[in-house]
């Protein structure tokens, strides 16, 4: 975890140094969905609120963009937090700058705040200064027995009783007392010497 922080902790600093606006991960995603964005056939529906449908490249697919309410139907703006295709299309549409509709979790601001936490190495266990508390013993008359399932602590009602069962009943007669096997109902057949009869 140390090597993780130790790792990303330069490359924050350095972007702010270049003057750079947001993490390399979201910028690769976006120069990505705005080579699709070329391929959408877009309509307005309201220019003033930015409401447009946009029909996919083969016309299988219409996704719905908001930008006021910062929602496309296809979901991965609100999951993902930056635009996807749908919406790269519409502020193309608008000559909008796109880049005000990704999260601020994808600036460089938060980035180099994320991993900005530092560590120190801890030193061996013989160095550690002495704990001002007593030293914690558990109480071994509360410790149970570890064989077999813990016994049932809850008091019975009668809502623990269930209603209908009798005792085991036969599975031909119906009757209690006996099972299928032992039934007197059901004829025995008798063995003479090899011959059953």
Not at 9 to 31: I, N, W
Not at 59 to 80: D, H, I, P, S, Y
């Amino acid at each position: 975890m140390v090597h993780y922080f130790e790792v990303r902790r330069p490359l924050g600093s350095s972007s702010q140094a270049h003057g750079d606006t947001h993490t390399p991960h979201v910028v690769v995603k976006q120069v990505a969905l705005m080579a699709k964005t070329s391929a959408h056939s877009l309509r307005s529906f309201n220019r003033e609120k930015g409401i447009f449908e946009l029909i996919t490249q083969r016309g299988r697919n219409v996704q719905v963009v908001n930008l006021e309410q910062k929602t496309c139907t296809c979901g991965k703006w609100e999951a993902f937090k930056y635009p996807c295709s749908h919406v790269l299309s519409a502020c193309a549409k608008l000559s909008l700058n796109s880049w005000q509709y990704v999260d601020r979790c994808y600036s460089i601001e938060y980035y180099y705040a994320t991993w900005a936490s530092e560590f120190s190495p801890l030193p061996h266990e013989a160095y550690w200064p002495q704990s001002p508390f007593n030293e914690l013993l558990p109480n071994l008359e509360l410790l149970r027995n570890k064989k077999g399932r813990p016994r049932s602590t809850r008091l019975k009602n009668g809502m623990d009783i269930k209603e209908g069962r009798n005792a085991n009943l036969c599975g031909i007669c119906r009757q209690p007392g006996h099972n299928r096997k032992r039934c007197p109902s059901m004829p025995r057949l008798k063995l003479v010497g090899k011959n059953v009869v």
